[in-house]
């Protein structure tokens, strides 16, 4: 069995293909992040579920994505198999005991565990703008939007709340614009269609109250396990930008919420970031200079990052560098990418005498791995091939009742079901919207009464027996904005088709001829 400061991994085979020692990742170094890949089918998800058993062993919570649905099993215990016998005895795993998980389902959707939402203002304009792809320009109105609802306590909780905002910011884009920056209706039109286009993906879901409490991923049970917090991502991966925009803003979320620590005795919390390219496609700089901050600096906050993914060149090479734990399943080297893939993975692993690491990534079974995890003072530890254990738990998914079971006797039952809608932005600027019209319709009124004042009515034009307007009343015409009627020439017109004689069509034709003359 592992030791209580080391998660077994497995074991590694000397070349003759014979047992060689334990292979064990070091609690202590944990949270010094690490890194999963290889090709589809050759074992990823077994091996995150085998870390994941062990962090919660050892007391420390877990958060994974469960992208197929098969991660799931880790909540249910694990049955005896032949195969799974036989790599026990083969990695001299004695006792191999089966074992279930204390495991709290999460579900963007809330389907098939616990909705997940966080607040607009959360989310901030940074990862907001990367969620819907905006432009440099329609950034910065997103940006200006939210320093107008810090300045105007305008509370941004849910969608509708920012769409309107972005509305109020085009109905007063020259006095905005003076202060901040143009405001242009194009840009706001354009993030309101990408709004529409997030909601239709599900963002009205995770978008809104009552927020995720970091607090809750965190739990231990009685007996001092960590709990392991499995998001449904199966649907999820439908809308691939909302996925990796949720995951990072919650390792940001964990940055900032969690205290420094230093240097613990096993981690405060692991994080499984699976499919981790969907991170960086077409990231731009900022977004990934973001990624690499937050991965170099939570680690002091006891929060350990595993990166899962079929090709390392997934993974910009500062972020790459941060990773201590790797675990490399067999990659295949068909292409060009993929045999530069082969060569990064061989070349990022202190070489082992014994074999040559770039071949060996092609000739992996499923099951196997190089493995290279931190030792003493921090120091890699030398490549080796290695037999993954199997896992204690169930392989495979569990039955839609084995969930709804575990739902009902969840740590957070009730605590998130329900959505909250609390006075927010759109309540207060609809408040205000009313206020104003209110405020008007007096004015109105005395306009209507008295017959003047500003642009609020109009009359018919007199036809010669009203004095002319003085050089003190004489307003200058507005400029015409474009072809069509104005409201005179529409009601001289109508005049004229009232006037019964020929003689008198001419006379009101000629009034109106004169007057888009002096235009």
Same mark, same amino acid.
């Given at each position: 069995?592992?030791?209580?400061?080391?998660?077994?991994?497995?074991?590694?085979?000397?070349?003759?293909?014979?047992?060689?020692?334990?292979?064990?990742?070091?609690?202590?170094?944990?949270?010094?992040?690490?890194?999963?890949?290889?090709?589809?089918?050759?074992?990823?998800?077994?091996?995150?579920?085998?870390?994941?058993?062990?962090f919660s062993n050892a007391g420390v919570p877990v958060f994974c994505a469960d992208i197929k649905g098969d991660l799931s099993g880790i909540a249910m215990m694990g049955e005896a198999k032949d195969f799974l016998q036989k790599r026990a005895a083969e990695v001299r795993l004695d006792p191999y005991?089966?074992?279930?998980?204390?495991?709290?389902?999460?579900?963007?959707?809330?389907?098939?565990?616990?909705?997940?939402?966080?607040?607009?203002?959360?989310?901030?304009?940074?990862?907001?703008?990367?969620?819907?792809?905006?432009?440099?320009?329609?950034?910065?109105?997103?940006?200006?939007?939210?320093?107008?609802? #810090?300045?105007?306590?305008?509370? %941004?909780?849910?969608?509708? $709340?920012?769409?309107? /905002? @972005?509305?109020?910011? +085009?109905?007063? *884009?020259?006095?905005?614009?003076?202060?901040?920056?143009?405001?242009?209706?194009?840009?706001?039109?354009?993030?309101?269609?990408?709004?529409?286009?997030?909601?239709?993906?599900?963002?009205?879901?995770?978008?809104?109250?009552?927020?995720?409490?970091?607090?809750?991923?965190?739990?231990?049970?009685?007996?001092?396990?960590?709990?392991?917090?499995?998001?449904?991502?199966?649907?999820?991966?439908?809308?691939?930008?909302?996925?990796?925009?949720?995951?990072?803003?919650?390792?940001?979320?964990?940055?900032?919420?969690?205290?420094?620590?230093? #240097?613990?005795?096993?981690?405060? %919390?692991?994080?499984?970031? $699976?499919?981790?390219? /969907? @991170?960086?496609?077409? +990231?731009?700089? *900022?977004?990934?200079?973001?990624?690499?901050?937050?991965?170099?600096?939570?680690?002091?906050?006891?929060?350990?990052?595993?990166?899962?993914?079929?090709?390392?060149?997934?993974?910009?090479?500062?972020?790459?560098?941060?990773?201590?734990?790797?675990?490399?399943?067999?990659?295949?080297?068909?292409?060009?990418?993929?045999?530069?893939?082969?060569?990064?993975?061989?070349?990022?692993?202190?070489?082992?005498?014994?074999?040559?690491?770039?071949?060996?990534?092609t000739q992996l079974g499923t099951g196997e791995a190089l493995v290279s995890t931190l030792e003493d003072k921090g120091v890699p530890s030398m490549v080796q091939r290695t037999l993954i254990r199997p896992p204690s738990s169930r392989l495979g998914p569990i039955t839609p009742q084995e969930r709804?079971?575990?739902?009902?006797?969840?740590?957070?039952?009730?605590?998130?079901?329900?959505?909250?809608?609390?006075?927010?932005?759109?309540?207060?600027?609809?408040?205000?919207?009313?206020?104003?019209?209110?405020?008007?319709?007096?004015?109105?009124?005395?306009?209507?009464?008295?017959?003047?004042?500003?642009?609020?009515?109009?009359?018919?034009?007199?036809?010669?027996?009203?004095?002319?307007?003085?050089?003190?009343?004489?307003?200058?015409?507005a400029p015409r904005t474009s072809n069509r009627q104005t409201v005179t020439e529409a009601a001289v017109k109508s005049v004229v088709r009232s006037v019964g004689s020929s003689i008198g069509r001419a006379l009101v034709r000629g009034i109106l001829g004169s007057l888009t003359r002096k235009r």
């Amino acid at each position: 069995m592992a030791a209580e400061d080391s998660i077994i991994l497995g074991a590694s085979r000397k070349p003759d293909d014979s047992y060689q020692r334990p292979e064990e990742l070091l609690l202590r170094y944990g949270n010094r992040h690490g890194l999963v890949t290889g090709a589809t089918g050759t074992g990823k998800t077994v091996t995150l579920q085998v870390l994941a058993e062990g962090f919660s062993n050892a007391g420390v919570p877990v958060f994974c994505a469960d992208i197929k649905g098969d991660l799931s099993g880790i909540a249910m215990m694990g049955e005896a198999k032949d195969f799974l016998q036989k790599r026990a005895a083969e990695v001299r795993l004695d006792p191999y005991e089966f074992q279930e998980f204390p495991v709290i389902f999460w579900d963007l959707f809330g389907e098939q565990g616990h909705p997940v939402r966080a607040t607009i203002s959360e989310m901030g304009p940074l990862l907001l703008s990367r969620l819907m792809n905006l432009t440099d320009a329609q950034e910065g109105v997103m940006n200006i939007a939210f320093r107008i609802a #810090d300045e105007e306590g305008l509370l %941004l909780l849910d969608m509708k $709340d920012l769409q309107a /905002l @972005l509305a109020n910011l +085009a109905e007063r *884009a020259p006095e905005i614009g003076a202060r901040y920056g143009n405001v242009t209706k194009q840009s706001v039109g354009a993030i309101q269609r990408s709004l529409l286009i997030l909601e239709q993906q599900g963002g009205n879901h995770f978008f809104g109250e009552p927020a995720l409490r970091i607090d809750d991923l965190m739990r231990t049970t009685r007996d001092g396990r960590g709990a392991i917090n499995v998001l449904a991502a199966d649907k999820l991966m439908m809308s691939p930008r909302l996925y990796a925009t949720f995951l990072l803003w919650l390792m940001s979320e964990l940055f900032e919420v969690l205290p420094e620590v230093g #240097d613990p005795d096993k981690p405060k %919390l692991v994080f499984f970031f $699976d499919e981790a390219h /969907l @991170l960086f496609d077409d +990231a731009p700089k *900022a977004l990934v200079d973001r990624v690499e901050q937050v991965v170099r600096l939570i680690r002091s906050k006891g929060v350990g990052v595993y990166f899962v993914t079929q090709n390392p060149l997934d993974v910009p090479e500062t972020v790459l560098a941060q990773l201590g734990n790797r675990v490399q399943h067999a990659l295949r080297a068909y292409t060009p990418r993929e045999q530069k893939a082969v060569k990064t993975a061989a070349d990022t692993f202190r070489p082992n005498p014994d074999f040559n690491c770039a071949t060996a990534i092609t000739q992996l079974g499923t099951g196997e791995a190089l493995v290279s995890t931190l030792e003493d003072k921090g120091v890699p530890s030398m490549v080796q091939r290695t037999l993954i254990r199997p896992p204690s738990s169930r392989l495979g998914p569990i039955t839609p009742q084995e969930r709804r079971n575990i739902l009902s006797v969840s740590p957070v039952a009730g605590q998130y079901d329900q959505p909250i809608d609390r006075e927010s932005a759109f309540e207060m600027l609809q408040k205000r919207a009313a206020e104003a019209q209110t405020a008007q319709q007096p004015q109105q009124q005395t306009r209507s009464q008295t017959g003047g004042g500003g642009g609020g009515g109009w009359t018919l034009p007199d036809f010669g027996n009203t004095p002319a307007p003085t050089s003190r009343t004489r307003r200058a015409p507005a400029p015409r904005t474009s072809n069509r009627q104005t409201v005179t020439e529409a009601a001289v017109k109508s005049v004229v088709r009232s006037v019964g004689s020929s003689i008198g069509r001419a006379l009101v034709r000629g009034i109106l001829g004169s007057l888009t003359r002096k235009r």
